[in-house]
């Protein structure tokens, strides 16, 4: 079993499932009381959220690079960035390690094509759904179209993120919310959505939507123990 390096606590409510899920994966594949082989580094978020709104992504990538050497020099062998909007700087942080980094986007869009799906919703921190680096690997890597909310519905989705799922507090008025916005995205021609931010899942379950939901959180660890367990 390859040994996994984790950079989370961002938030530590998502990091939580990265654990639970890994764990449990490897449990099912390997039976008995075996459990995954990992590292985590997990940040205080604070911080790192502080620097996010005040634009210090060059900061943000220094540390993220820093993070992953010393995972690295721990011994791990596949690194895995618990966030998605943190992916932001994921190709920096490879040309800076000599192990693989494990792409969230990719992972997910292995399961939407799986399922034939061509145009997704996706929904996010407005760093992940209003800049390139997410949608543009989509497209360019995979040919997987992509539609953001709307304006206003970006706001909602961001502030519901930041002000509730991070604290870990689970509001059915804000799963409300989210499968309207869902809705929306459904008229609009999405075949699909992917839950583009790990605390998302906390929140909307395949329940909650007419339209197949790619959780990035489980797409995520699963591809992460396929590889381990190699």
Same mark, same amino acid.
């Given at each position: 079993?390859?040994?996994?390096?984790?950079?989370?606590?961002?938030?530590?409510?998502?990091?939580? &499932?990265?654990?639970?899920?890994?764990? &449990?994966?490897? *449990?099912?594949?390997?039976?008995?009381?075996?459990?995954?082989?990992?590292?985590?580094?997990?940040?205080?978020?604070?911080?790192? #959220? *502080?620097?996010?709104? #005040?634009?210090?992504?060059?900061?943000?990538?220094?540390? +993220?690079?820093?993070? @992953?050497?010393?995972? #690295?020099?721990?011994?791990?062998?596949?690194? /895995?960035?618990?966030?998605?909007? +943190?992916?932001?700087? @994921?190709?920096?942080?490879?040309?800076?390690? =000599?192990?693989?980094?494990?792409?969230?986007?990719?992972?997910? @869009?292995? %399961?939407?094509?799986?399922?034939?799906?061509?145009?997704?919703?996706? /929904?996010?921190?407005?760093?992940?759904?209003?800049?390139?680096?997410? =949608?543009?690997? /989509?497209?360019?890597?995979?040919?997987?179209?992509?539609?953001?909310?709307?304006?206003? %519905?970006?706001?909602?989705?961001?502030?519901?993120?930041? *002000?509730?799922?991070?604290?870990?507090?689970?509001?059915?008025?804000?799963?409300?919310?989210?499968?309207?916005?869902?809705?929306?995205?459904?008229?609009?021609? @999405?075949?699909?959505?992917?839950?583009?931010?790990?605390?998302?899942?906390?929140?909307?379950?395949?329940?909650?939507?007419?339209?197949?939901?790619?959780?990035?959180?489980?797409?995520?660890?699963?591809?992460?123990?396929?590889?381990?367990? #190699?």
């Amino acid at each position: 079993m390859k040994t996994i390096g984790l950079i989370g606590g961002m938030s530590w409510e998502s990091s939580l &499932e990265y654990y639970r899920i890994s764990n &449990e994966l490897v *449990k099912k594949r390997l039976g008995g009381s075996h459990s995954c082989e990992s590292i985590m580094y997990s940040v205080d978020f604070e911080e790192f #959220e *502080k620097l996010q709104h #005040e634009g210090q992504w060059d900061q943000l990538t220094i540390k +993220m690079i820093n993070i @992953a050497k010393k995972l #690295e020099k721990l011994g791990a062998e596949l690194i /895995l960035i618990c966030t998605n909007t +943190m992916h932001k700087m @994921a190709e920096e942080i490879e040309q800076n390690i =000599k192990v693989p980094l494990l792409h969230i986007a990719d992972a997910a @869009a292995e %399961e939407i094509r799986k399922r034939r799906i061509n145009k997704v919703g996706l /929904l996010g921190t407005k760093f992940t759904m209003e800049e390139d680096f997410y =949608k543009k690997r /989509l497209k360019t890597k995979h040919d997987i179209d992509v539609i953001i909310p709307e304006e206003i %519905e970006r706001e909602v989705i961001h502030k519901i993120i930041y *002000k509730e799922l991070i604290l870990g507090n689970i509001k059915n008025e804000s799963r409300e919310k989210f499968k309207a916005i869902i809705n929306n995205l459904q008229n609009r021609g @999405a075949e699909g959505v992917i839950l583009g931010c790990t605390e998302i899942p906390l929140l909307i379950k395949e329940k909650d939507s007419s339209i197949p939901v790619f959780d990035t959180t489980m797409l995520h660890v699963k591809k992460a123990i396929e590889i381990a367990l #190699e």
